[in-house]
């Protein structure tokens, strides 16, 4: 089976002007075929997610009016217009909306759902997307809309913006990327007003954005990023910040957006693989945005030097967004217009500067969590997650059933190139069952086809084991397939294990459940509204990679060697010296210092190509 979501690296879509053109030129006939006599252009199927989509098909007309000079287009705007002015504008509170601070306020918003009392909690969001279609038309239909119907949209658009921001709560979902682009929407409206009236909303965006949004970021793998739906990061819901991050740095020129954008764009590289994909989130784990990451991965790929494009998105919704059916739907146009009128190119190399949680070469890449434990590996076109057992989660030596991963101290970490090999070395202090302290040192080499571990630690009792992943997709074409192979060798014998026990908490890679679904399965609420993260955090064991001791390791040490992404044999020697241990592969020989580290407690790492 293959993953829904994660289809081709987003670079690999055309975006010249000319690309772009013919992309408008399709939506213009869908459009024109669609269009009531009253001016609807939702999608006929079209139930939440609806109150902004009109107006963003209407949005797409304006801009390929103004590229194209297409004389259908100027009535077309107009009814599209006018419609959403007549029937998508809500004054009266929706029945069951838990977030005002202000009720019968006569403010207009929009809605979710059409229906009273249906699901309000998404008008919040939905508010925001009609405030950026709005702007987005002010901005491109100039002089196809009279007058009198763009007073009534910059009217329209301000009264969005006081029931965003004075008869609500702000942010209620604590959701980063609908409070990103509500300030967005703030500051493209400043444009649209008089002076005085558009600084005092400029003015209240930018202390929106400090106080509300940059006052709360939360901390993950050394960078701070704005909050998601609870977590840090949501790989759906991340680029989408990015690009909200983009877009307020264009129309502002403020420099904070651009350092926190640099920021999130620094993590997101890190944490992507090779191949862009990407799996974990506080509100999806596998779910991928598709157009509506492509300004902010663009945008800020070349600001850092990075092929963010890589990024593995939903190309089913690559140019805009669209119904089961795959006709179009208006919902985040705005994103659409905002990269037609971008000129940013992608930066298409990779960047060559270390990455604390990040290796990276040619196809091979290791993604580090918080702890300097892998979160995903990537050898030869396969993807490996975390294994568990006995409900840890991780890489690394287990022995009695306990996994010594987790760090009790300070993890150094050391990052080397030599002779075309690039390697990590991650040193951490861990306590095990027995309360006796041991020094983990894992090292990771690649050549940028094959990825080498080799992780010492002081010798354990009984039967000690590296589990050593979780082998769970590989790349097929543009998409990912879900696989239980894996093409790694140990110099120990290697096992693949699957659980022996059933129920949800028990992953086996050969079944047909996603990961997604799993941790869906055990979080706490439903799907798409708990934390898949934490969901998955419950599971007690998974298919899993266990390799034994290799032969010939000193007496007194433990040294687990595999190799990912290429067959053959693998036969290390090991020499201990007082300089540290040294590690000879058919391709390296490695020295990896002692656990206590030079004079400042660095480990040392040398290495060298044989």
Known sequence: MHLLRQLGPLHNLPDTPEAYDAVLADVVEQALARLTPEGNLEHPDCVDDIGDTSLGVTSLLALAWQRRRDPRLPEAVGRGLRFHLRERVFTEDNPGYPNLRRRGSGLPYARYVLEDGAHPIGDWPSTVWALLQAVSILGTADPIVPDEDRRELVGLAHGYWLWLTEATFFNPQEAGNQAIGCVVGGLMLAGHLPTEEGESV???????????????????????LPPEHGGAYDNNYGPISLSFLAQAHKVSGEPVFAEDGDALARYLDARLTVGGFDIGGPRYSEQHSGFEAVLGLRHFGRRIGADLGRYRGDTRWGRHAVGPDGAIDGHFAFMLVWQIQDATRWHRTPSRNPARHQLRAGTVSVAFDQ????????????YYLPAAVNRQHGFGPVVDGFLLSRPLGEVRVRDLESDGLSAKLVTKPVVGRDQVLRHVRSLYVTDGVSLWTAVAVERLDGTPYLLAGLPYATDDGDRVR???????????????????????????????TTQELAAFALAADPRGYGNPDEGWRHLVTSTALEAAPAPGAPQDLHVFVVRYGSPGPLAPTFAETPAGLTIRTEAFTALIGNPAGDDRGEPALELRRR
């Open 202 to 224: 400029r003015a209240r965006a930018m202390s929106l954005y400090a106080d509300e949004i940059r006052a709360r970021r939360v901390r993950d793998r050394g960078a701070l």
């Open 482 to 512: 879900r696989t239980a192979e894996a093409a790694v060798t140990s110099a120990g014998p290697l096992r693949l294990t699957h659980p022996r026990a059933d129920g949800v908490d028990h992953f086996d890679a050969r079944s047909e």
């Open 371 to 382: 702890r300097m434990t892998p979160s995903l590996v990537e050898a030869a076109g396969t």
